[in-house]
């Protein structure tokens, strides 16, 4: 049989990609045996019928996968922490040299937190411990993998009132793995609309937070201008629909305003058409615009990097040289102090044995 050559075999940094959707199925399956959680399957492959997304569907099923599986996690130390340890192992397995993961500590938590998600009983575990456990886990991750993770907080559009919270935890633990705010959820709920995300995002740009919005997914281009303008997003997670405003398209490229793409969710969430070869991603080549590539939710959408990399390779005839450059724009547009930035783009540049510009 003909070996088939990964799409790009070299170190990566990935941008967008969420905890909470890219857990093992087995430990899915550990933790509600442990804990007698009732699960709609006893087996990994049943477990990922359940889960898995296989054609474009609505938010409203995306979302109730979670449902299945989040009650066998939420609410238990032991498993918060091993699932960040777990996913370094996962990412490093991919080849990712520095991850930037994100998550809502508030679906993990089962106390101090209203209301208290999953249909679980109040419980000790407060997103103030959710976050704690995730940063032992990931340090830990990064001691047995040989990779280098932060964390991004996520503030989510239907529930506004976790928002400020959720910056207090950004400060709490400010490079303490964590680096920045994420706003996520259905992007029909304006955040104009709920104060709660304007006065979080405004706290976070008083105390030097970086700040990423899910934005313009499958939401219109409206999404976000209102991102960038009223709640100061330094990168758009998605942004495919950034394009269909020719105006604030051109702004955004201005600003070299980075896009965290993520081609194969896309398809699946419905956010873009199935056909390839007229992805979005081909427009933001075309303008040699500032994005990268990530896997979203790979317990989801049963992606690896590989199958994101290989689209792009396959539909958009991206080079080697391109994917380098992908991977560095990545870099670039992390969320590490300056110090650590530069030390990751020249280990990137060692490994893609590029002289690094006299820029960095
Ligand atoms: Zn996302």
């Not at 199925?25 to 359940?50: D, G, M, V, W």
């Not at 777990?86 to 937190?113: Q, T």
Request: glycine share 4%; proline share 5%; charged share 25%.
């Amino acid at each position: 049989m003909e070996q088939v050559l990964p799409a790009f075999d070299k170190p990566k940094v990935e941008l967008h990609i969420h905890l909470d959707a890219s857990i093992k199925p087995e430990t899915i399956l550990y933790f509600a045996n442990k804990r007698q959680i009732k699960l709609p399957a006893n087996s990994r492959e049943e477990l990922l019928q359940h889960i898995c997304c296989k054609k474009p569907g609505s938010l409203t099923e995306f979302l109730a996968k979670f449902n299945h599986y989040m009650p066998a996690i939420a609410g238990d130390r032991e498993a918060v922490k091993r699932i960040a340890y777990e996913f370094l192992e996962m990412r490093a397995k991919e080849g990712v040299m520095y991850v930037e993961v994100r998550y809502s500590p508030h679906l993990l938590a089962n106390s101090k937190v209203d209301p208290i998600p999953w249909g679980q009983k109040s419980g000790d575990l407060t997103p103030d411990e959710v976050v704690d456990l995730v940063n032992q886990g990931l340090r830990e991750g990064e001691r047995d993998f040989n990779i280098k993770a932060r964390s991004i907080l996520c503030c989510l559009r239907h529930m506004p009132s976790w928002s400020l919270e959720v910056v207090e935890l950004c400060k709490k633990y400010h490079n303490d793995t964590v680096v920045a705010v994420d706003l996520a959820g259905d992007e029909a709920l304006y955040s104009e609309a709920y104060p709660g995300h304007k006065e979080a995002y405004e706290e976070a740009v008083v105390c030097g937070l970086h700040r990423t919005v899910h934005a313009g997914e499958a939401g219109p281009a409206s999404v976000v201008r209102e991102a960038v303008e009223i709640l100061k997003a330094e990168r758009i997670g998605h942004g495919y629909h950034t394009i269909e405003d020719p105006v604030l398209y051109k702004e955004l490229l201005e600003k070299n305003m980075h896009f965290e793409l993520c081609p194969w969710s896309s398809y699946l969430t419905g956010a873009c058409g199935s056909d390839f070869t007229k992805h979005p991603t081909l427009q933001f080549k075309k303008d040699k615009a500032n994005y990268s590539f990530s896997t979203d939710s790979p317990l989801l959408f049963d992606n690896t990097l590989e199958t994101d990399y290989s689209i792009a390779k396959k539909y958009m005839s991206f080079t080697e040289e391109e994917f380098m450059q992908v991977n560095i724009n990545a870099a670039q547009s992390s969320f590490l102090p300056e110090k650590e930035k530069k030390e990751l783009l020249n280990k990137l540049f060692q490994a893609y044995e590029m002289i690094p510009s006299s820029e960095f």
